[in-house]
Structures are given as C-alpha cells and as structure tokens.
C-alpha cells in the first residue's frame, strides 16, 4: 500500500511563504501525475497544482504566479511553494497521486491525510 505523508503546514501571516512537502513510500516516478489539492471550511476539495511524470505543470488560477509544484525523484518526494499567501489560501492541503494500471486507462488514486495552512491576515 503506498503512503502519502504531508508535512510544512502551519500558521503564516498573509504574504508570507510556505513549503508543503509530500513524502511518498514508494518510487514517485511511477505516478503518472502528482498533485496538491486543498479544502477550506464549508467549502469543496479543489485542485490547486498538477505536476505529471514527464514535468509539465498545471496550477488553479487563484494560485498561479504564486504557487510553484515541483517533484524530486530522488526523495520521492512532491513539494508545493507558496508565496504570497493569502487568507483565502487557508486550508486543509492534501496530497494525491494517480497511477494508471493498464491499457484501458484503469487507474488507482492515493491520498494523504492532509496538513493544515492557516494564513493570518
């Protein structure tokens, strides 16, 4: 079973920075993508970063310019960071990886169990 393990939360002032780090039990390369999502209180999990096994990024458009996705594959390790945070970044963020699993596209998604950002204005 592979985990997921957060760390890098805690509480930030607004326009301050912040590195999340997502820790994975097994190779990373083998993920077809990685990913940093996010719920706030009261509201839905949303998607805030991508980065897929060939690199390519993709990032919401309330983070982009100020969140950066990045992946080490030598750690096995995925980090998200932010800069310039702002109140509304404050959220529960989680970790997801997806691995497709045959050639009809089947695919196995794991999640971490989250760290908290909570951003002060």
């Known amino acids: 079973q592979v985990q997921l393990v957060e760390s890098g939360g805690g509480l930030v002032q607004a326009g301050g920075s912040l590195r999340l780090s997502c820790a994975a039990s097994?190779?990373?390369?083998?993920?077809?993508?990685m990913d940093w999502y996010r719920q706030a209180p009261g509201k839905q999990r949303e998607l805030v970063a991508t980065v897929r096994s060939g690199g390519s990024t993709n990032y919401a458009d309330t983070v982009k310019g100020r969140f950066t996705i990045s992946r080490d594959n030598a750690k096995n390790t995925v980090y998200l960071q932010m800069e310039n945070v702002k109140p509304e970044d404050t959220a529960v963020y989680y970790c997801?990886?997806?691995?497709?699993?045959?050639?009809?596209?089947?695919?196995?998604?794991?999640w971490g169990e989250g760290t908290l950002v909570t951003v002060s204005s």
């Open positions: 997801h990886a997806l691995r497709t699993v045959n050639v009809e596209g089947a695919s196995i998604d794991y």
């Open positions: 097994r190779r990373i390369s083998g993920f077809d993508r």
